[in-house]
């Protein structure tokens, strides 16, 4: 079946700091690629997307690739800031479903 | 910001009680989701809707109903809780032909 893996968590860096958060999945076809932030108390919003392999999806200063070869969709910042910490989810639409599957998040807190 | 409410916002309850949530779009958006969150699982689904009157099953479904007999309102019922469901829960909704799903504000729910 389709499934998610991301890295596990909590994650702690100083602002400032380079980010990584890992994600890879399993999917048939070519599923369409997601990473969600939820911020403390709130529900998720879209952080950014990619629909198809060699795409880029950028915003806010984040961006992820859509490695089909390595099956994988990391999240990146080059200067995170406090404003950052929340949790991150990476998640997946296989090809034709209508259907979101997740990752298990990762709790991301900046330290001024 | 996509027009979902989510009501009751938070609830305390007591083991063997019915309970019903309510998620309201302003969208008119076909699809709509009901997921929980909880720790190192991150999102599962529930149910969701494909229209009115049409619900299917998600991965979690036991001990849970749906129902939408409008586009605006997808109503997910706990029909006699238990205490593993205490979660929050998030409603969630997409338009044809999108990917990218829209969440609610959340519901925290709590069964003694």
């Known amino acids: 079946g389709n499934s998610v893996t991301q890295m596990e968590g909590p994650v702690t860096l100083s602002e400032e700091a380079f980010l990584t958060i890992n994600c890879t999945y399993t999917a048939t076809g070519y599923p369409s690629l997601f990473w969600y932030v939820q911020y403390p108390g709130e529900g998720l919003q879209l952080l950014l997307k990619a629909t198809k392999a060699d795409d880029k999806g950028s915003n806010k200063g984040f961006e992820a690739t859509y490695r089909k070869e390595t099956t994988s969709f990391h999240l990146e910042k080059g200067s995170v800031q406090v404003s950052d910490s929340a949790v991150y989810f990476c998640a997946l639409n296989a090809q034709g479903a209508q259907k979101l599957v997740f990752g298990q998040g990762t709790r991301l807190t900046i330290n001024p | 910001d996509a027009g979902i409410t989510q009501s009751p916002r938070h609830k305390v309850t007591e083991t063997g009680t019915p309970v019903t949530l309510r998620c309201h779009q302003t969208e008119n958006h076909r699809y709509m989701y009901w997921y929980r969150q909880d720790p190192g699982h991150g999102l599962r689904l529930i149910h969701y809707s494909y229209g009115v009157k049409d619900t299917d099953k998600g991965e979690v479904s036991d001990g849970y109903s749906v129902s939408r007999s409008k586009t605006e309102d997808f109503l997910l019922t706990l029909e006699s809780a238990t205490s593993s469901q205490t979660s929050v829960y998030f409603c969630?909704?997409?338009?044809?032909?999108?990917?990218?799903?829209?969440f609610g504000p959340g519901t925290r729910l709590l069964v003694l």
């Open positions: 969630a909704i997409k338009g044809t032909g999108q990917e990218t799903q829209y």
